[in-house]
């Protein structure tokens, strides 16, 4: 297993950006993507994006495309999520969670760290 976690939330006002990083344990993460995921308050948890560990392939949902960003520092452990232009509608609780290879699901996953957005 792989452990998670994520820092970087906060508060923040509509058309503002935030960085949350999430760091994973172990002198290297040779798990084969890190994905981020998001669950609003009364919702069900929402696919934000992902990227392969590897070859730094992005993966986004429509509704952050063109405004958040996924990166990853290999030499770090550690994965990257930047939000900008961000909205109401983006609060949330987020999270890193691992994919341990190609075609299987996530399995670890982070504690979260909550993202409000201001109108």
């Known amino acids: 297993q792989v452990q998670l976690v994520e820092s970087g939330g906060g508060l923040v006002q509509a058309g503002g950006s935030l960085r949350l990083s999430c760091a994973a344990s172990g002198r290297t993460f040779s798990r084969y993507a890190m994905g981020w995921f998001r669950q609003a308050s ?9 990227i392969t560990w590897s070859e730094a392939s992005t993966y986004y949902a429509d509704s ?3 405004r958040f960003t996924i ?3 290999k030499a770090k452990n550690t994965g ?5 232009s961000l909205k109401p509608e983006d609060t949330a609780v987020y999270y890193c969670a691992s994919k341990p290879g190609f075609g299987q699901r996530y399995d670890d996953w982070g504690q979260g760290t909550q993202v ?3 109108s």
């Open 80 to 84: 990257y999520l930047q939000m900008n």
């Open 64 to 66: 952050v495309k063109g």
């Open 116 to 118: 409000t957005v201001s």
């Open 71 to 73: 990166s990853r520092d």
């Open 42 to 50: 009364g919702k069900e948890r929402e696919f934000v994006g992902s």
